[in-house]
């Protein structure tokens, strides 16, 4: 969120744009959200190593046992838009069944 505030053309009539996402392969379902913003920078090439997604990109491969980027997290530059996109396995986040809990006995 900080490279949001710091990056984002704050003249832009969408400041931050927050969208869900679902996709599924053949192995897993995946959840995923992915933040894009406008970038008030012409020169685009100054905006960091791109070294501080690289723990979060690692966990996401981890978590969901793949090494594509597009399964995982992925960034872009398009038309004057920075975004970033992360997936979560659907397994992870969503509880599919939970029995109730037991009342606890009176003594």
Known sequence: MFNTIRYADQLSPIFLNITLLEKSTNEVSLLGIRFSNAISREDRSGLG?????????????????????????????????????LFYREDLLLVKEQKPLPMPINS
């Open 49 to 85: 190593t791109g070294n501080g997604l690289y723990g979060i990109a690692d966990d996401l491969r981890q978590l969901n046992n793949s090494e594509k980027q597009e399964l995982t997290l992925y960034k872009q530059q398009i038309n004057g838009l920075f975004e970033i996109t």
